[in-house]
C-alpha cells in the first residue's frame, strides 16, 4: 500500500502489528483499518530565534483510531522525530491504552529540533507548535501529554496557549501538567514507578530476589531516572550502568543515583560524572545484569545484539526498544530473558495520564496514594492477562499484550461497523 509513514520506527511497528494479526487471523480488509493511521497532521512551526532570526520547524500529531474514545498521547521534540515515528509511535498507544483498558486510541505528536533551544526560544515553540495544533484537538477529540524532550513546563505552556484561545482554563486538554494548575500528584513518577511494579511482579515470578542484584538502566531522564531511583532504594538493587545522550557510566560497587541526578541537573546531562566510569555506550546493553531498562530511543535492541544481552528480566521502559529482528532471538533464549513488552512496561504514564484527565474533567482532585493504588491495580490486571495468554497460547509476551489491545480495538470497530 502507497503511504507517507516511510520510516524503521513505522517499519518495526508494522512487522508487529503484522505477526500478531497473522496470530489472531484477521481479514485483510479489517487489517488495513486498524494498521495505518486515521488522522495525520504535518504543520509548519515558524518561531522567532534568541538572535532575532526566524526558524520553521517542522510538526506532526498523528490519531490512529478514533474508535475507542478520544485519542490521547505524547510529544516529542528531538531529532528522531519524522511523520513515521510518530505514526508508530501513535499506533503502539492504541494497543497500549487498550490493553490497560482505558477510552482512548491511541495518538503521538513531534515537533524535529535539531539543536540546543534556550528557555524562551522553547515556550516559543511549544506555544506555536500548540496553536497550530488548535484545529486538530480538543478535551474530546485528542488530549496531549509529554515524551522524549517535553516536561511539566511545556504541558503548562500548551494548556496556557490552548485557554488563552478558548477564553478559560482548558485544564483537560493537556496531561503531565504541574500540580497547581490542574496536574496530578504521582504523573511526573508514574511511567518509572510502573516499571519498577512491573519488575517487582517478573521478579516474584520468577522467584528471583532483587535486592542486591545488579540493574543497568539506559536513558536517565523522566522514565529512566524514576525507574533508576525505584530500583535502587525500593527494592536494593546495585545500579551498575546508566547512560543519557551524551554517553554511558559503569560502576561495578553500584552508581549514587541521587548524585547522578543532582549531577545531571546542575551540569545538563551526564558529562564529566564523577561516580562511574565512562564506557562505550553500545557496551552498556550487553552488561551482565539482574535487570535491564532501556528508557530512551526505540531500536537499541536489534539482531546485532540481542544474543549478547545478559539479563533476566528485560524491562521495556522506553517505545519500541527492541526490534522485531531481536525478538526472534529472544523468543529463542525465552527461558533465559523475561521480556516485559512497552506495551505493558511503560503504561504507567498513559494510566496516570488518564487518571489526570478524569480529575481535570471533574475538578475533583486525588491524594498521591489513590494515584499510585489505582495505578497499581490497573498494571496488576494488565500483567495478568499478559503472562496467563502467553502462558496458555505458549507466545512471547509481546505477541500475547500486543494481541490483548488489538483485539480489543478490532471489536470496538466491528461494533460500530462502518460508515455510511
Ligand atoms: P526524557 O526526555 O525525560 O529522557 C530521555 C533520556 O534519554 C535522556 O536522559 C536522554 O539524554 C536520553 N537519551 C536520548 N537519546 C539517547 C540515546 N541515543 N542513548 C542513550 N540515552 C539517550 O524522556 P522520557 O520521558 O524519559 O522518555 C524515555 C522513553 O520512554 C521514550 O522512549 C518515551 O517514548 C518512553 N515513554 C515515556 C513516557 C513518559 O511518561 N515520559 C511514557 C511511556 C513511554
Redesign the pocket.
Given at each position: 500500500m502507497q503511504h507517507i509513514y516511510s520510516d524503521p520506527t513505522f517499519q518495526m511497528a508494522t512487522d508487529q502489528f503484522d505477526l500478531v494479526a497473522d496470530h489472531l487471523q484477521i481479514p485483510k480488509d479489517l487489517r488495513d483499518r486498524l494498521k495505518f493511521p486515521k488522522r495525520s497532521i504535518g504543520v509548519s512551526v515558524p518561531v522567532r530565534m534568541d538572535d532575532g532570526s526566524t526558524q520553521v520547524f517542522q510538526g506532526y500529531r498523528v490519531q490512529h483510531t478514533l474508535a475507542m474514545g478520544p485519542t490521547k498521547g505524547?510529544t516529542?521534540f528531538g531529532t528522531t522525530v519524522t511523520i513515521g515515528e510518530v505514526a508508530a509511535?501513535a499506533m503502539w498507544m492504541s494497543w497500549k491504552c487498550a490493553l490497560a483498558g482505558l477510552p482512548y486510541g491511541g495518538a503521538k505528536g513531534g515537533v524535529y529540533v535539531d539543536r540546543k533551544l534556550s528557555l524562551n526560544e522553547l515556550e516559543h515553540l511549544s506555544r506555536r507548535y500548540m496553536q497550530e495544533m488548535i484545529p486538530f484537538i480538543g478535551p474530546h477529540i485528542d488530549i496531549i501529554?509529554?515524551?522524549?524532550?517535553?516536561?511539566e513546563q511545556v504541558m503548562a505552556w500548551f494548556m496556557d496557549t490552548y485557554s488563552a484561545y478558548m477564553g478559560y482554563s482548558v485544564p483537560e486538554i493537556v496531561t503531565?501538567k504541574p500540580v497547581g494548575i490542574g496536574g496530578t500528584y504521582g504523573r511526573r513518577e508514574?511511567?518509572g514507578r510502573g516499571v519498577v511494579y512491573l519488575v517487582e511482579r517478573a521478579a516474584h515470578l520468577l522467584k528471583m530476589k532483587l535486592a542486591d542484584g545488579r540493574a543497568v538502566v539506559?536513558?536517565?531522564?523522566?522514565?529512566?531516572?524514576v525507574a533508576a531511583q525505584g530500583l535502587a532504594y525500593k527494592n536494593g538493587m546495585k545500579i551498575i550502568g546508566i547512560?543519557?545522550?551524551?554517553g554511558?557510566y559503569y560502576n561495578d560497587h553500584g552508581i549514587d543515583i541521587r548524585a547522578a541526578e543532582r549531577y545531571?541537573l546542575d551540569h545538563g546531562?551526564l558529562t564529566g560524572f564523577p561516580g562511574a566510569e565512562p564506557i562505550p555506550?553500545a557496551d552498556l546493553l550487553t552488561l551482565r545484569c539482574d535487570v535491564l531498562v532501556p528508557?530512551?530511543?526505540?531500536g537499541?535492541i536489534h539482531g546485532g545484539n540481542a544474543s549478547k544481552i545478559q539479563c533476566r528480566i528485560l524491562a521495556e521502559?522506553?517505545?519500541?526498544?527492541t526490534t522485531v529482528d531481536a525478538d526472534r532471538v529472544l523468543l529463542e533464549r525465552w527461558n533465559e530473558v523475561f521480556v516485559i513488552p512497552?506495551i505493558l512496561c511503560?503504561a504507567?504514564?498513559?494510566i496516570v495520564s488518564y487518571f489526570e484527565w478524569v480529575q481535570s474533567l471533574q475538578s475533583l482532585f486525588w491524594n498521591e496514594t489513590e494515584v499510585v493504588d489505582r495505578l497499581f491495580r490497573l498494571l496488576e490486571t494488565s500483567f495478568g492477562l499478559v503472562t496467563r495468554r502467553a502462558r496458555e497460547e505458549k507466545i512471547p509476551h509481546r505477541t500475547a499484550a500486543l494481541a490483548i489491545g488489538l483485539e480489543r480495538v478490532m471489536k470496538a470497530r466491528q461494533s460500530r461497523g462502518l460508515f455510511p
Open positions: 505524547g516529542r509511535l501529554g509529554p515524551d522524549m524532550g517535553t516536561n503531565g508514574a511511567t539506559q536513558g536517565f531522564g523522566n522514565v529512566g531516572a547512560s543519557d545522550v551524551a554511558a545531571a546531562d555506550a528508557a530512551a530511543v526505540s537499541v521502559g522506553a517505545n519500541g526498544p512497552d511503560n504507567g504514564g498513559v
